[in-house]
């Protein structure tokens, strides 16, 4: 007798994988440690440590004499196998001084300028990424000591040139770098406004000085096309002497749809 025919399971819908990835926001102080030792592959360690798949620097040395010369964003991203992009914010004859976009995914230039600066030369680095096949606008700048400085410098960065171009509107975007603010300043309540961080920034460690840290100056934001998963201060053993910050580290996914 022929058996009795059992009803096949329905098949359960198959969930939608959602694209993570990290995203590393260093300043690295022209690589000089809380020691006063000269020593890229030092920072460049820190970073291996923390596993970033793109990485966000500033007060990187190129070819400046007091630092020997080096290159120190080709010599940082042949340490980690990346990409590196720069940006000098300062430029005088062979001298340069700026800040970088590394990554060992697809990666474009999109933009780089400098900013309204009343004191120090400031600048901005618009690099996209592809991360799952998607592209992402990634934002790196290094804001002025002055208060009225910075509040300019993030109205410009707000405008139409850079997060308020519409091909960083319609698509993921992560804005990040040493905006020498803390969160209860003008410029992080006015940056969260417009795009969004993690609930807990307030209350994170803070980032500088590395060694007895008081203050948050270094910050990650994205729009509203990606969700912050988590984020954190570094605080190894290594990374309190590389430099004189901490780096931050945060995990963001793509929004589907």
Excluded at 10 to 27: A, D, G, Q
Excluded at 201 to 220: I, K, Q, W
Excluded at 242 to 255: E, I, M, Y
Aim: net charge neutral.
């Amino acid at each position: 007798m022929a058996g009795r025919s059992v009803p096949l399971p329905m098949n359960e819908p198959t969930p939608i994988s959602t694209p993570t990835f990290t995203v590393l926001s260093y300043n690295v102080h022209s690589c000089i440690g809380t020691d006063r030792k000269l020593d890229v592959k030092r920072v460049a360690d820190v970073i291996a440590e923390s596993a970033a798949d793109i990485v966000l620097l500033q007060e990187l040395d190129v070819g400046r004499k007091r630092t020997g010369g080096t290159d120190q964003a080709a010599e940082i991203a042949s340490h980690l196998r990346m990409d590196p992009h720069f940006h000098p914010a300062l430029h005088l004859e062979e001298e340069k001084y700026g800040d970088a976009i590394m990554t060992a995914l697809p990666s474009q230039h999109k933009r780089s300028a400098g900013i309204p600066s009343w004191g120090e030369p400031r600048g901005a680095i618009w690099v996209q990424v592809s991360v799952a096949g998607q592209p992402v606008n990634i934002v790196n700048t290094h804001l002025g000591l002055r208060r009225g400085e910075r509040m300019a410098q993030t109205l410009e960065l707000l405008g139409k040139g850079w997060l308020g171009h519409p091909e960083q509107m319609e698509t993921p975007t992560i804005f990040g770098g040493d905006l020498n603010a803390v969160p209860s300043s003008a410029v992080f309540k006015v940056l969260r406004d417009r795009l969004g961080s993690d609930r807990r920034a307030g209350r994170l460690r803070p980032t500088f000085p590395s060694r007895f840290p008081l203050l948050r100056l270094d910050h990650l934001f994205c729009n509203a096309h990606v969700e912050i998963i988590d984020i954190d201060v570094l605080a190894t053993p290594l990374a309190v002497k590389a430099s004189d910050h901490l780096p931050l580290l945060g995990t963001f996914r793509l929004r589907q749809g």
